[in-house]
């Protein structure tokens, strides 16, 4: 594969075409931007709420219907890779991705700002598979690991500095900038793509599977949409309950119609690889680990400890540099020991780092969340470098594309599920918990006041009454804070559970395949 990657016949004769790590950089660029823009955008949305009048249900959908368009269409987006060229839908991916942050920078209506939000999401999921499948393509087997190491750091880095430049941009620019940045980057990816990475498709599929891409779009939106809106229904709510049967209905007709399909959409075959499986399952529960926890810490440092947007950022900054080291060493830690050991280790890892944040209190220090930071940077690298080998490692190369988006997916509805399960968990313990702090500082409140105090609760937030006496308001924020980190504490014990739970199951997984034997058209 390395000397067909290095000369094919009918290769353009360019300086740079298809060299493995320059297209490392095209797919590190491409995705940095889309991870960039992830994070950035909820540091954006006060800002934007005040400019373009927007509710709070807007603002939520801000992020909602992006998340819900890359997490239906992301495995559907991998398929068209393998069918079209992963190089060819990468780029369209690129190109959409940079002319949607573009008119969004423009537009001042809501409602026009939520419908590019999704239309970018549909862009962005054509070319986070495109970029995996086109990193398998590029590297040999023995290095196919550093580069999906360097790949994670990227993505971990550009994720963990978006609360960073997203203060900056907004605090000394303007909200639009947030989305303007996009496009430099868009631009230089698109370029740099063009020039130097091959084409690579499937030579065996033909068509795409119409009837299958309905049914798991059908699921995955049902899916999503139920995790997303469970909050806000209720998870025993009627709603919730058909929107998560509906997604198991269009699942079972998913997987039945891909037994008759003559090009399956999704091949039932992949999961006849347990390492596959138990890859995917593993993307899932460090998704939900990582992302369910992280996201209540953004409330813990503006709400309790009063931070700016920019400050919360620079907290994270020990992560981010732990994330540029760890990522290539687990690469080569993954290349020498195997996927088992490294993954289960990196949960084991994980879990110490989510214990350590259980045990933050109202006045913790820098340090006291530092150290927990950087070691879920040595944790969490080798999980998502490993599993996502174990996942397109193991399948075949013509479903490469598929793979990559089976891995989006996963850690899409993992990162939803967490958020949505530790949010209904932390707002139920700072229900129970909060009549007893009130109680304590001398502030009686009925059922009634406690329920309607425990959401704001829940988000760091103290529900001080205006004009309150400056006594009444400090214990009423003694009480809430103490209250959320109760929630925050019973969240954080959760995810140290289910680390513990994935380091279990790493112990089932095996290497991906050393060779590259599946027909590969390369152009």
């Not at 495995?75 to 959409?96: N, P």
């Not at 109760?486 to 959760?494: A, E, K, L, N, S």
Request: proline share 5%; charged share 10%; hydrophobic share 60%.
């Amino acid at each position: 594969m390395a000397q067909a990657l290095a000369a094919p016949a009918d290769a353009p004769a360019r300086r740079g075409h298809g060299h493995p790590w320059l297209t490392l950089l095209a797919v590190a660029l491409g995705v940095i931007m889309v991870m960039l823009d992830g994070t950035v955008v909820a540091i954006a949305n006060p800002v934007i709420g005040r400019d373009l009048g927007a509710s709070l249900s807007d603002l939520q959908w801000i992020t909602s219907g992006y998340l819900l368009a890359l997490a239906v269409f992301l495995i559907t987006a991998g398929k068209l890779g393998d069918l079209f060229g992963h190089k060819r839908v990468f780029l369209v991916g690129i190109a959409g991705f940079a002319v949607t942050s573009l008119a969004i920078g423009l537009t001042s209506s809501i409602g026009v700002l939520i419908a590019l939000r999704v239309l970018q999401g549909l862009f962005g999921a054509l070319l986070q598979p495109a970029a995996l499948a086109l990193l398998r393509a590029a590297f040999p087997a023995e290095r196919l690991n550093m580069a999906i190491g360097i790949w994670g750091a990227a993505i971990g880095v550009s994720s963990a500095a978006g609360p960073i430049v997203g203060g900056l941009l907004v605090e000394n620019v303007s909200w639009q900038s947030v989305f303007f940045i996009n496009v430099p980057v868009g631009v230089v990816a698109l370029l740099v793509g063009l020039w130097v990475v091959k084409e690579s498709r499937s030579e065996s599929l033909s068509k795409v599977d119409a009837p299958g891409v309905v049914l798991l779009s059908g699921a995955m939106f049902c899916l999503v949409w139920a995790i997303i809106k469970a909050p806000e229904y209720g998870w025993g709510d009627a709603r919730t309950i058909a929107f998560f049967a509906g997604a198991i209905v269009l699942a079972a007709a998913f997987v039945f119609w891909q037994t008759r399909a003559a090009e399956p959409l999704l091949p039932l075959s992949l999961f006849r690889n347990a390492s596959v499986a138990i890859g995917t399952v593993l993307m899932v529960l460090m998704a939900f680990s990582m992302f369910g926890a992280m996201f209540f810490l953004t409330f813990y440092f503006q709400g309790v400890h009063g931070l700016s947007p920019l400050e919360s950022g620079l907290r994270m900054l020990p992560m981010s540099a732990g994330m540029i080291v760890a990522s290539p060493l687990a690469g080569a830690a993954l290349s020498r020991f195997g996927p088992k050991i490294p993954i289960a280790a990196g949960m084991a890892i994980t879990a110490v780092s989510m214990f350590l944040l259980s045990r933050l209190g109202l006045t913790a220090g820098y340090a006291d969340t530092a150290i927990p930071f950087v070691l879920l940077a040595f944790g969490l690298s080798p999980v998502m470098v490993g599993a996502t080998e174990v996942i397109v490692g193991n399948s075949p190369e013509e479903h490469s594309g598929v793979a990559g988006g089976m891995q989006q997916s996963a850690m899409q509805v993992g990162g939803s599920l967490g958020t949505a399960v530790l949010g209904a968990l932390i707002t139920a313990k700072v229900a129970d918990v909060l009549p007893g702090h009130l109680a304590a500082v001398h502030i009686p409140a009925t059922p009634a006041q406690v329920e309607a105090m425990k959401n704001a609760v829940a988000l760091g937030v103290a529900p001080v009454p205006p004009g309150s006496p400056q006594a009444v308001a400090d214990a009423l924020t003694q009480a809430a804070h103490s209250s959320f980190l109760d929630g925050m504490h019973f969240g954080f014990t959760v995810s140290v559970a289910v680390a513990v739970l994935a380091a279990i199951l790493a112990l089932f997984v095996k290497a991906g395949r050393k060779t590259q034997d599946a027909a590969i058209h390369l152009a």
